[in-house]
């Protein structure tokens, strides 16, 4: 359909044609993502950017799918994606490409879709599977329009793809009306984080300046225009262009004055119309956009030669614009404009002819339109199926947001109880409130659960009343309520209806509640209660794993660390015996947690965490289980020294394209070790895919995420970003998390420290304040469990020491934080206080002899582990101090943590990690290459191959290998 | 606005550059008003009886004080808190920067002071209090629906935000008499004026009374959140009605105050 929409020039846009092309595409690196959110009032020219910067970019070379988001606030979920590949795939139909197959599989992939546990992560990896299938390689860009109208499921998908956990270089494009983020929009404060990250750009489409609108205007009139009419127009128009062109254009025709305004403008050609063009522009406005050509036929009843001339019509007075899909408005206030032009009457008329004509036919949407134009028609008892329908729909695709307002909608359709009793509708009400009730709890609508749940138990076919009580109590712990739900798990333990199943049930949560709650014997003592209870129940194992794990942390907070061991091992063995695949991940899950957690027993923890994530990946479980099981691997692996192992292991469990808490949970533990080695760029890279995710939500793990940002930030010697972050996470963080905070603390002080041993300022309210949180975690730690204790005094050592850097460091704290640390046998964190212990005596100039064996000692682990920054400045101190570091002939005795083989003399100065990406250098194969071989990036592998250049001291991949070649043990 | 002089005159650049930057937490919020503070005090011709500045004073003793408990341990949740306290500075840095453009989504509530920048000169007294009107009965309301959309929580009468949110009032009650200091006798009067049907006004009940409001209102919008034009109705009636008491504040009853 010809729109002359295209042949009105682009003015004033250049610019920002050229930052979109940059940001999107030629500054974006392989495997790495962009996205640039153009905000702007309606009008000035958001969609028309969109288009230009999409053709540029496909001219370019990238692949563009465009799609756009809509506002009938019940659309389905991913609906933007879905119109963008129906698009695409008519496109390459039309053009017989080969792609077309990967589209349709994709599309396909949709239609298959059904519920089910993780489902909703599991749809993001498919997702982002079938993407890369479609882009072949090439660089892909999102363009979505009306961004404002998105729905939660593809706004999780664009942060799981922008923060690279879908594996593709991918780029977004998105519009948002600026007037919808005013207000309570839920997009403000995704672009708020969002907007601080260096892959995102926020641009601010601002009207057209004087020049720019005269230079419109003269494209549109073809002439150029009088003053008093340039003055005019930039007066009315404000500079806005969509208003500049409409103006122009009736100036153009010799309508100019007759209009003030843009609404004028508009009724004016409304009335213009002829009679069959105005029912075409009034049906497209009650209809949802886009309108096919078929279903537009069938809603106005004008025969197909009337119908093109009438569109035809309307286009040509830019009421309509048509394209491949079908019609639209032109632009958002010729709707405005229409809505009070139609009696109410007229338009239920025109939804009633929507609702019949898509009732013999499926598309697009179908059940979601259905309901939303019988509702307008006023057919409650025909929209009622088909909103159910659409509800079913939204929670196949996992989109519980939606379905929700679906169930909500059907619920209001059936209308009061009494109206449906008394030969109303046909409607089972109490199962509309129970689905309603259940998604509201699933997308985060506690109240709203709660309260759809108090309708169910006043329905006259309620449930009974334990099954009430077990489901109130779910609903409260998910709201943050602890105290009622307590009290509801308390009354279904009495209650006389309650089989002895239930009993069990609520037991087992009630434990785990209270757990969590840090009440550790009365939770221990419920766990036992269920264990009771649900020994008398055949094949109730679920209960049995569930109240194994509360005892069993109990036990451990409760120093009976044993007793609580064997009450876990035994669920497991229960669990495998039962067979049931989620109750064995379950216990596996809780066995590694007790053991890396509160027990401390890491390398046993690791074992059974590896063990446990091969067993359920057997078990079909590898997305979710095996990825938090690998997770927990790793921060053991972290903790004991074994980095090397603990990349690998991070590495197989990303390839699972985790999302939500699982992924953050994994970029963490990778960014930890990149920390660690000092691969500034790839920890950077992991904190910026975190934010991302956390852009969503997720404040759980803010601070983890800070205290690794302030880490970061101090191997590169900013001190002043170092303690920006710990600022802000002091601010953010609750006080009961002593173990978090505790580090967070450390690494504030430590901050400091630097600071002033670089000469640089040091902020002393910072100090102040650091020592006050540092004393009330120390306060507060004073009462938690035996466990917690530990971890603390760990971190609070290290802070006191931290402290007293700042007057003449103190060897004899820095002692004690070694001692702490070794007592808990983690490495890394004693290494460090080993340096600083040695530097404090070199600085007293007492005990050169000690600090020798410190710096050695540690410089040994730094090496081991591969901490490159740690090792660097041992190595500048022990320079500085004439301290040799290896001593001759004992460098090569096998003493190091996770050596694997005796190796050369030459090869002892690199890691285990480095001598690997030695040995594959040596086969002559390409960083790339590598990097697939050890599932690291290949950027990673170009840190490690100059590290191994550095310390070999030469300059080609030939020489290094010719050393390692010279060097291999036979 | 063609030829005429920047909505900021001299500092119009600085303003504009400071605004560029969106604050992310707290402490970057304080920063900003300090920084922000020393600008309207330099804007001509009223400088240091900008009514502006008379309310950026007060909302930066208040966030600082905020701050400060933040790191006082004073709240139970912080993360709600101090991610309230961001979204509530953002929107009056949004408004801030619609006035910068003359752009008429400027919201009423903001602008009815916004227009006093330049002259005449406005009381310090009705200038603050008409801006915590803009600020608490139009912001607050949306700044609270967004922070518990985004940390999937929701606003629940008796939760621990709904007690931090409170304990809010009572840093207000803390600082408010050091600023208000003799002239409570004709606030009282005032706000008796404005509202003639709550007679149970004494010290210190303004800014809890309208808090109470916007946590209510916050409840009413979290209800019909998802519905784009019910959300659009109540954030014009949010707007008209501040805006209507803004332009009382700064009329010539307003100055009664002082």
Redesign the interface.
Known sequence: MASDVDLVPLVGRADHLATLRSALLDGVGPGQTAAVFVTG?SGVGKTRLLREAGDRLRVAGALVLTGACL?I?DSSPLHPLLQALRRFDAELTASHARTSSAVRGLLQMFAAETAGPDGAGALLERVSRGLHLIAQGRPLVLVLDDLQ?VDRSTRQLLLYLLAGLGDLQVSVLAAVR???L?????L???L??L??LRSVRVLDL?PLD?AGTEQLATAVVGAPLGAEAAESLWQRSGGNPFVVEELARDLREGRDGLSETLREVFLARVDALPQAAHAVVHAVAAGVEPVAHWLLAEVTRLPEGELIDAVRAAVAHRLLVGDDDGYRLRHRLVAEVLAHELLPAERSVLHRRYAEALTTATAELHQARLAHHWRLAGEPARALPAAVAAAQEAERLHGY?EAH?HWSAALQLAGPPAASADGGLDVDRAELLRHAAETAHHC????RALSLLEELAAAEDAPPACALHIRRARYLAA???SAPAEAEYRRALTDVDCTPRERATAAAHLAELLLHLGRYADAGDRAREALELAAEVEGSVSEVVLASAALGFSEAYLEDPDAGLAVMREALDTAERAGRPEDVACAYLHLAELLTGPLNILEEGVVVARRGAERVAELGLGRTYETRLLAIATNGLFRVGQWAEAEKVVAAALRHRPSGADAVELLLARCRLSVGYGDIAAADRDLEAVATVLAG?G?RH?IPLLTLRAGLAMWQGRHDLAR?AV??G??????DDVGILAALVWHGLRAEAEAHAARATVDATAVR?LR??AE?VARKSEHAARPVRDVVDGFLALCEAEVSRLDGSDPALWARSVAAWDRRHHPYPAAYSRLRQAEALLARRSRTASAGRLLREAYQVAQGLGAEPLSTEIRTLAARARVALEERGASADGRSVTRAEPVGDELAVLTTREREVLAAVAEGLTNKEIGQRLFISERTIGVHVSHIFDKLQVRTRVQASAIFLRNRSE | M?MSEPVWGPVHQDIVGLLAD?P?????VVDHLTKLQKLLVRLPPLERSCPLADFNELYLTITTSV?NG????RFA???FL??LD??FA?RYF?ALRYWT?S?P?T?KAWSCLFKRMRGPDARPLPSAAAGVNAHINFDL???L???F??????P?DG?DQHRDYLEINQIFAERIPELRRGYLDNWQLMIDMLNGDIDDWYQGELVEYTRNVAWRNAQK?WRC????EA??C??VRLDDNAAALGRLLLSPLGAFLQ
């Open positions: 009032e506002d606030g109208w600026a007037e919808s005013q207000g309570a929009h839920p403000r404060r995704v708020t984080e907007r601080r601002s004087r947001a307002r985060g609508e506690h109240a709201a943050g309520r939500g404040a803010v920006q600022q802000r002091l601010t953010e963080s609750r006080s304040r006050e949180v009330r | 063609g969106h992310a937490d707290v402490p970057e701050l933040l790191y006082d341990d949740d912080p993360v101090a991610r961001v979204e953002a949004d453009e752009s989504a919201p309301p949306f700044a629906v967004t922070t959309d985004s940390l999937e929580s929701e629940v939760t919008i959140r998802h519905d784009p959300r659009e109540e954030r």
